[in-house]
């Protein structure tokens, strides 16, 4: 993106702001979950929800009856997707901070009807949460596919912004005796557990056993 | 909160709704950041930031600069507080989810200028990150004080909306010979790493010690 947008710009700390749709689209894949912020008659909303992106298009689902589907279609809405990597603790409370990496993507929402669409945004939205899974599962029949609304923004309106590396401590502060530096944060995938009563015999399939062995 | 505002009221899959302030307040603790959303003139915008809650009031802070912290003073706001707990991976496409805690808080933030409750709310916001730091570095100065913004919130409109437990298959789906179950997610820290240049001899202090052993 060459000339973002003024609402896209990062005004603040505008260094640790970029620009660079692959730095973008590694945030968008690998964060679980975006927060959709939204107008309503009683103010700004921001609500939590599974995200999946293919090529420039970023997709969301949803029931028809939630407010969040109807409230943003042809609105104004802005998508963040944030990943915390790490706690910093500097000498100074001052300069405690973490390290982030996070995705604001602005635009209008349009509903998706084309049915091919429909299901590689599907297929999208499964393997974004669990990759690989959609080769796994019953994929959506007739009445699931309607009862299914799904949006989709094109991302030409986007912007990230990240801190990474160890605390700055101001000068003054570097012999106080005080311990500094980072601590790593990561999401780890734990034991699956399996429903009460799966079929006997069943095999943890790819997908679980991946993201279960990356841990 | 016994008489939910309309905007707090949950409608969508309102059996996931809580309005108990300790299911409240348990994952505005646990979560480490929010993302308040507020309105701007080119629409709305959610900005992850750090938080944290004193008694019944919820706080954020930044630079005077920033554009949340200039355009929050005294708006709606909503403020969204996200754990993600796992995979729900169920035989369909159409059923998989996530387990998660989140809360949405609402109101029109006030500046804090007081300065007891300036201090408790810095100590609030350094110990949230990382607990117990507070005590063990230097705390604010003047100039520091000066620099930083404070906002409150009063946390009495605000929901909760948790999903948690196996997926829900369709009874058709059962014998189909598809694993189901869960996936536990957690936030694990890593081995922590000191900044270049730190004083020889430091022990980790007991805030760091307690984060990274819990993993």
Not at 144 to 158: N, Q, R, S
Request: net charge negative; hydrophobic share 40%.
């Amino acid at each position: 993106m060459q000339n973002p947008s003024d609402r896209a710009t990062v005004k603040h700390v505008p260094e640790r702001a970029s620009y660079d749709r692959g730095t973008i689209d590694s945030i968008l894949d690998e964060g679980l979950i975006c927060h959709v912020a939204f107008e309503t008659d009683t103010g700004p909303v921001a609500i939590p929800t599974i995200h999946a992106r293919v090529g420039d298009v970023l997709y969301f689902h949803g029931s028809h009856a939630s407010r969040m589907m109807r409230s943003t279609v042809g609105s104004d809405v802005c998508i963040t997707v944030t990943i915390v990597d790490g706690i910093v603790a500097a000498r100074s409370a001052f300069h405690h901070s973490l390290n982030y990496r996070s995705v604001m993507v602005f635009g209008r929402p349009r509903v998706v009807s084309d049915p091919d669409e429909r299901t590689a945004a599907f297929a999208a939205i499964t393997n974004h949460v669990l990759p690989g899974r959609w080769g796994e599962v019953r994929q959506p029949d007739e009445k699931e596919d309607k009862g299914t609304k799904l949006l989709a923004i094109v991302i030409d309106e986007a912007s990230a912004k990240t801190r990474s590396g160890p605390p700055v401590d101001d000068e003054g502060d570097v012999d106080l005796g005080i311990w500094a530096g980072e601590i790593p944060l990561t999401m780890r995938a734990g034991v699956p557990i399996p429903v009460t009563g799966l079929e006997a015999g069943l095999e943890l399939p790819d997908s679980v056993r991946r993201i279960s062995s990356r841990s």
